[in-house]
């Protein structure tokens, strides 16, 4: 076993909030984005998870919401207003310099079509000619005169259009100075959209808390595995912003390399106040190939459980083409030896308790379904049965309430002698 993987479930067996966390599914334990229609979509959980201590719900992430809104309107109208105040002078230095060159590659266009297609592509394909023969092309259209016979000689040709000077309707103090005012809209653009996205996140993780969880548990959890080194900073920036100040005071969109417990210590150089921030890192490769997997953490979690107590055990084995079995092990219960049929589930948690119960409920059903089906094949009609639902929910009240309820309305012996359980509930004895 890794000394990463050892690490971790150190920590996850002795550290309820860190159960509570890895057993979310991956859709809400990962930044998780969804691509394509409600028909035919497609999502993907990247190695991102955001700590931050912006309360959901709260004023301050209204604030943190308005507040970049408004930057957004302003940036838009200002980079809006930069782009109409170059497209004429654009218009105007082409119209001067390469009017008749785009005039005729556009007749050309309309009347060779492919044929034209054909020889562009030709040109670009041939290694040994394709300098040659691009300014040929080049000549034979007009954008470079017939002296010019090299790349390096249109480089030249190039920079002196773009050299200020006297006469130059294009690059003049004036479009200069606007120019790099445009360049900064445009940073101030990326940098704000990407904030966008920090918080509004289908995960920032202090946020998913547990009804057993706080605030200084999670931290205090997040300081442990940056330590254990199962998280580390990520390469993408960090948000801080003072939310105590007037809007702009102090905001800082950066790298940091920090212990997630050191970030509470962060204060505003302006009122020392603490700063609000959006912190993304990374776990663990081995971690996150883990938790993104089909059967996320809890088929992980078992094996390592069933490996530690010694039990010879098989997985993701296929039966009657339609039937997939996660993992069978047996294990002696007195004198009888059981064979138990495992089928792992990881729910979505953050869903209504009614709506988790029917799933759960599901689940139960297809797996008791399968296995009757099984008992009519050799190697399982002469054993004794167990089948056992593992999944990711914590509130051990409701899977009782769950067990209660199937067993109460069902009386036949398969029903009687399987279990749901989450990983608390699964006692193994070797």
């Given at each position: 076993?890794?000394?990463?993987?050892?690490?971790?479930?150190?920590?996850?067996w002795q550290d309820?909030?860190?159960?509570?966390?890895?057993?979310?599914?991956?859709?809400?334990?990962?930044?998780?984005?969804?691509?394509?229609?409600?028909?035919?979509?497609?999502?993907?959980?990247?190695?991102?998870?955001?700590?931050?201590?912006?309360?959901?719900?709260?004023?301050?992430?209204?604030?943190?919401?308005?507040?970049?809104?408004?930057?957004?309107?302003?940036?838009?109208?200002?980079?809006?207003?930069?782009?109409?105040?170059?497209?004429?002078?654009?218009?105007?230095?082409?119209?001067?310099?390469?009017?008749?060159?785009?005039?005729?590659?556009?007749?050309?266009?309309?009347?060779?079509?492919?044929?034209?297609?054909?020889?562009?592509?030709?040109?670009?394909?041939?290694?040994?000619?394709?300098?040659?023969?691009?300014?040929?092309?080049?000549?034979?259209?007009?954008?470079?005169?017939?002296?010019?016979?090299?790349?390096?000689?249109?480089?030249?040709?190039?920079?002196?259009?773009?050299i200020p000077q006297?006469?130059?309707?294009?690059?003049?103090?004036?479009?200069?100075?606007?120019?790099?005012?445009?360049?900064?809209?445009?940073?101030?653009?990326?940098?704000?959209?990407?904030?966008?996205?920090?918080?509004?996140?289908?995960?920032?993780?202090?946020?998913?808390?547990?009804?057993?969880?706080?605030?200084?548990?999670?931290?205090?959890?997040?300081?442990?595995?940056?330590?254990?080194?199962?998280?580390?900073?990520?390469?993408?920036?960090?948000?801080?912003?003072?939310?105590?100040?007037?809007?702009?005071?102090?905001?800082?969109?950066?790298?940091?390399?920090?212990?997630?417990?050191?970030?509470?210590?962060?204060?505003?150089?302006?009122?020392?106040?603490?700063?609000?921030?959006?912190?993304?890192?990374?776990?663990?490769?081995?971690?996150?190939?883990?938790?993104?997997?089909?059967?996320?953490?809890?088929?992980?979690?078992?094996?390592?459980?069933?490996?530690?107590?010694?039990?010879?055990?098989?997985?993701?084995?296929?039966?009657?083409?339609?039937?997939?079995?996660?993992?069978?092990?047996?294990?002696?219960?007195?004198?009888?030896?059981?064979?138990?049929?495992?089928?792992?589930?990881?729910?979505?948690?953050?869903?209504?308790?009614?709506?988790?119960?029917?799933?759960?409920?599901?689940?139960?059903?297809?797996?008791?379904?399968?296995?009757?089906?099984?008992?009519?094949?050799?190697?399982?009609?002469?054993?004794?049965?167990?089948?056992?639902?593992?999944?990711?929910?914590?509130?051990?009240?409701l899977i009782n309430?769950?067990?209660?309820?199937?067993?109460?309305?069902?009386?036949?012996?398969?029903?009687?002698?399987?279990?749901?359980?989450?990983?608390?509930?699964?006692?193994?004895?070797?």
């Amino acid at each position: 076993m890794s000394l990463v993987r050892e690490k971790f479930y150190n920590l996850f067996w002795q550290d309820k909030t860190c159960q509570n966390l890895f057993l979310l599914s991956k859709e809400e334990l990962l930044e998780t984005s969804t691509f394509g229609t409600q028909q035919n979509s497609y999502s993907y959980s990247s190695n991102r998870i955001i700590i931050s201590n912006s309360a959901e719900g709260s004023g301050d992430s209204m604030t943190i919401k308005f507040r970049n809104e408004n930057t957004l309107i302003t940036l838009d109208k200002n980079l809006e207003e930069r782009i109409d105040y170059f497209k004429p002078i654009v218009e105007s230095f082409l119209d001067q310099n390469f009017k008749k060159a785009f005039d005729k590659l556009h007749h050309d266009m309309d009347h060779k079509g492919w044929s034209l297609v054909i020889k562009i592509v030709r040109l670009l394909t041939n290694e040994k000619r394709r300098e040659t023969n691009i300014v040929k092309f080049l000549q034979e259209y007009g954008f470079v005169g017939k002296h010019i016979n090299s790349f390096e000689e249109i480089e030249h040709y190039l920079e002196s259009k773009f050299i200020p000077q006297k006469g130059n309707s294009l690059v003049n103090e004036n479009n200069i100075k606007t120019f790099f005012e445009g360049i900064r809209f445009i940073k101030e653009l990326y940098v704000n959209n990407s904030y966008k996205k920090l918080y509004n996140s289908n995960q920032v993780l202090i946020n998913t808390l547990n009804s057993e969880d706080d605030f200084g548990s999670r931290i205090s959890l997040f300081a442990r595995l940056y330590e254990a080194g199962i998280i580390s900073p990520s390469k993408q920036d960090a948000i801080l912003e003072c939310f105590h100040c007037e809007p702009g005071t102090y905001k800082g969109f950066f790298q940091l390399k920090l212990n997630p417990i050191k970030l509470r210590e962060i204060k505003c150089p302006n009122c020392s106040k603490q700063l609000t921030y959006f912190v993304p890192y990374e776990l663990d490769e081995e971690i996150y190939q883990i938790v993104k997997a089909k059967d996320g953490l809890l088929m992980d979690a078992l094996v390592y459980q069933l490996a530690k107590h010694n039990f010879s055990f098989v997985l993701n084995q296929n039966y009657l083409s339609d039937i997939e079995i996660d993992c069978l092990f047996e294990s002696r219960v007195g004198d009888e030896q059981v064979l138990y049929i495992v089928e792992t589930k990881m729910f979505k948690l953050n869903t209504t308790q009614a709506r988790l119960k029917n799933k759960i409920k599901q689940g139960y059903g297809k797996l008791i379904a399968d296995v009757e089906r099984l008992l009519e094949l050799e190697g399982f009609n002469d054993k004794k049965l167990k089948p056992l639902l593992l999944v990711n929910v914590t509130d051990r009240n409701l899977i009782n309430e769950i067990r209660f309820e199937m067993k109460k309305s069902n009386p036949e012996m398969l029903h009687q002698d399987s279990e749901i359980v989450n990983l608390e509930l699964l006692k193994f004895s070797s």
